[in-house]
């Protein structure tokens, strides 16, 4: 990642441990506002929150309509979230290429932040859970358990091949988001038995992992929510997992979810950030 005066580092801290109430004393100027880019798949353009909509920019991006995390950054006075280009379905390498167009580059050339999450759609969670679910293919799930290692390490790749073109694209702290379990894995659900939850969710920890690995290497931050989503799975008396018969957002995080747990991660992450 290129190398910022001190001064600017000095002035991003200060605007991000605001974030946490930590502030500067009252003497002081006020700190400037926080610079951020938000870019990644669905659970960085809040699918789940209650309505999809399509951005004016290119009809093809959908993003939740309801509030999330970067809509809840966004309110904060010493923030000011100067592009939201996160979009559903996108895979890393989408990331990598819609970071290269022009409008996205000038903004990621003057963010002090860029938030994202990727990787999952690379892995292909959507076939698990159908292949593996109650009403799944047993053999078919296997076969897919039994090539699970191998596509966990190709979306860390790919992902950390696009968080190197974002460090290379900005000035600004990289924030990679990690995944929640989706499933409370402690009963069985409509969904899938406690015993499938419980191998997904463990496949759910190996992508974070590599995830993590993989981005920590490029010059980015990992920011994991597992705790934070614990006890909070599909089939649990609290569920943040959104999951409806016939949704078309289910396996993403509610409301709840993002500002609950996606939120306080991303602020921790942002009040370190220099």
Do not use: K
Request: glycine share 12%; aromatic share 6%; net charge negative.
């Amino acid at each position: 990642m290129p190398s910022t005066p001190s001064r600017r580092a000095a002035a991003v801290l200060g605007a991000a441990l605001a974030l946490t109430g930590l502030g500067v004393p009252s003497a002081a100027a006020a700190p400037p506002t926080l610079d951020v880019v938000n870019l990644g798949d669905s659970y960085s353009a809040g699918i789940g929150t209650g309505g999809v909509r399509a951005q004016p920019w290119d009809e093809r991006c959908l993003q939740g309509s309801g509030r999330d995390h970067v809509a809840a950054l966004d309110d904060h006075p010493r923030v000011d979230v100067v592009l939201d280009a996160a979009c559903a379905g996108f895979r890393s390498a989408d990331v990598a290429v819609l970071a290269g167009t022009p409008a996205v580059a000038a903004a990621l050339a003057g963010a002090d932040a860029v938030t994202l999450t990727l990787g999952g759609n690379d892995v292909g969670w959507g076939e698990f859970v159908t292949r593996c679910g109650t009403r799944g293919d047993p053999e078919a799930c296997e076969e897919l358990q039994d090539g699970a290692p191998a596509r966990i390490a190709a979306a860390a790749e790919a992902a950390g091949r696009t968080v190197a073109a974002v460090d290379d694209a900005t000035c600004g702290q990289v924030v990679v988001l990690g995944y929640p379990r989706l499933f409370d894995a402690r009963r069985d659900s409509a969904l899938i038995t406690a015993e499938r939850a419980a191998e997904l969710n463990a496949w759910t920890d190996e992508l974070n992992a590599a995830l993590e690995e993989a981005v920590t290497a490029e010059g980015a931050v990992f920011a994991d929510v597992t705790d934070r989503f614990r006890g909070h799975g599909v089939g649990a008396r609290d569920p943040w997992i959104l999951f409806e018969p016939g949704g078309q957002e289910n396996l993403h995080p509610t409301e709840r979810g993002y500002l609950s747990g996606y939120l306080p991660a991303l602020r921790g992450e942002l009040a370190r950030t220099r």
